[in-house]
């Protein structure tokens, strides 16, 4: 789509919630001083709201809707009226002049199973108003139903429930879509001890915290980055720390040239109860291409290798890799189903700023295979007894579509659910680590985050620990 447009409205405000969905229409080129001009205006008066959408590319260079709104409600659900109405005004008008349509309509949000959810809980029939109210495909919402369906054995929505999130963000190399803080450890090698030893005062600090607090912690997520890059006495000293009485022991191995004999004994002993073998993809030209700078074999071998043990296995697999048609990703497919993890998680490719791929001005926008890549790890992943258990939708992502975690009955991961549907409270640590306080009552959430980069995280010391007592206890 390389119609040239201009958008812009009179509601400042609401133009980058806008923007994202005009982005999806028009992923090349967007918002340029000389393109087509499409200019929307919102006039609230009283109860009544006006959409107007004028443009040269409309059948009559214009677009009006009236619609009431539910005055009776609070500032924050009156203003989430006026977006819903405006977005999906948006939405059709945009369908009209490109004749295209988006799997997830007007949602440009990451989580639509929240937002099923919510509509859930306030009684409303939410399969209807997402293919209605949203212009959701059918396809989609059936996806997002069924999701929500299957995830109730570990959905949790309680007060003084908790995870703990630990980021490692060290990695051997840096993957060509990578958006993350992620640092090469060639680079950042002299500074692990010391960003490990900072680590763990944060992870001391945040035991006290949880008993202060009485948090009840389901699961220990240690996430990055790639946690098994860094050296093994640096790995087990964190790991050590980590036994806060959970359910679920996620670690994020993720790269299979980092699994080692060492590494999978360590996480044995430190109560490790998942962890993640990532190949991305099984052909090697693709994996070369990317950065990952390890071999096919290596999958194999770190799988094998895992196996001897009794964690649960993720494994994750993106669609639309740079060089791959819908033949190579069905390879992969096939032979990630073939090695029968607990957990399959396939990704679309998302474009994010920062990425090399970004950088080199990569397209990924073919909608078409995205949707075929997609729907065939959909029907692979449910022939072999998988079900899909939890989504999310990133910005710039191939296709308008999202990432998908499919498990065995019962291997449901419950930090994954947590995280997404934001149902817990999360006591984040580490360079990046970003903790969200949920009150249940109001359903409303407070972040406080951590220093991004190593070294902002070291010199900023045990004031990281300082910030996040006073956000969970309120202490100066
Ligand atoms: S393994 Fe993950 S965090 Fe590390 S460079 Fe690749 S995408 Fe980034």
Redesign the pocket.
């Known amino acids: 789509m390389n119609t040239k447009i201009k958008f812009g409205t009179n509601e400042e405000k609401y133009y980058p919630e806008y923007m994202e969905l005009v982005r999806e229409f028009y992923p090349s080129v967007i918002d340029c001083e000389d393109g087509e001009e499409i200019f929307l205006e919102l006039f609230f008066d009283s109860e009544q709201l006006k959409v107007i959408i004028k443009s040269k590319l409309l059948p009559e260079n214009y677009y009006e809707i009236n619609q009431k709104i539910d005055i009776s409600s609070n500032n924050l659900a009156k203003i989430a009226q006026i977006k819903r109405i405006s977005k999906v005004a948006l939405y059709d008008v945009l369908k009209t002049v490109t004749n295209a349509s988006l799997p997830y309509g007007s949602l440009t949000g990451i989580r639509p199973t929240k937002l099923f959810h919510d509509l859930k809980d306030n009684g409303l029939d939410a399969a209807k108003v997402f293919e209605e109210d949203f212009r959701v495909s059918k396809s989609k919402t059936a996806l997002v139903a069924e999701i929500v369906e299957n995830q109730s054995s570990v959905y949790l929505k309680k007060d003084k429930v908790a995870d703990v999130f630990v980021n490692i963000p060290i990695?051997p190399t840096?993957?060509v879509?990578?958006s993350?803080i992620?640092a090469e450890l060639s680079k950042v090698r002299k500074q692990v001890p010391l960003y490990c030893e900072l680590l763990r005062k944060e992870l001391e600090d945040c035991k006290r915290l949880v008993d202060e607090t009485g948090y009840e912690i389901r699961s220990v997520y240690v996430g990055?980055?790639?946690p098994t890059s860094i050296p093994d006495e640096d790995f087990r000293s964190v790991l050590s720390l980590l036994d806060f009485g959970q359910v679920e022991f996620t670690v994020e191995a993720?790269?299979p040239d980092t699994i080692t004999e060492n590494k999978l004994k360590i996480m044995d002993e430190t109560g490790v109860t998942r962890i993640s073998v990532n190949p991305q993809s099984f052909n090697q030209s693709t994996l070369d291409l990317i950065g990952r700078r390890h071999t096919v074999d290596d999958i194999y071998r770190a799988y094998d290798a895992a196996r001897k043990y009794k964690f649960d296995v993720n494994t994750d697999l993106i669609a639309m890799l740079p060089g791959e048609d819908f033949d190579a990703f069905r390879h992969s497919v096939d032979c990630a189903v073939a090695l029968s993890p607990e957990n399959l998680t396939v990704h679309t490719l998302a474009l994010k700023k920062g990425s090399v791929l970004k950088v080199d001005g990569y397209d990924n926008a073919s909608d078409e295979d995205a949707a075929r890549m997609v729907d065939y790890a959909r029907e692979a992943a449910a022939k072999a007894g998988y079900c899909p258990y939890y989504m999310y939708r990133q910005k710039y992502v191939s296709g308008n579509l999202e990432n998908v975690g499919y498990s065995k009955p019962g291997k449901y991961c419950i930090y994954n659910v947590d995280i997404m549907e934001e149902t817990t409270t999360i006591i984040a640590n580490g360079a990046g680590g970003i903790s969200k306080k949920l009150d249940i009552a109001s359903n409303a959430l407070e972040r406080c985050a951590n220093p991004k980069g190593l070294d902002v995280y070291l010199a900023r010391g045990e004031a990281v620990s300082e910030k996040k007592r006073k956000f969970f206890l309120g202490e100066d």
């Open positions: 990695c840096r993957c879509y990578c993350f992620s990055g980055g790639t993720g790269r």
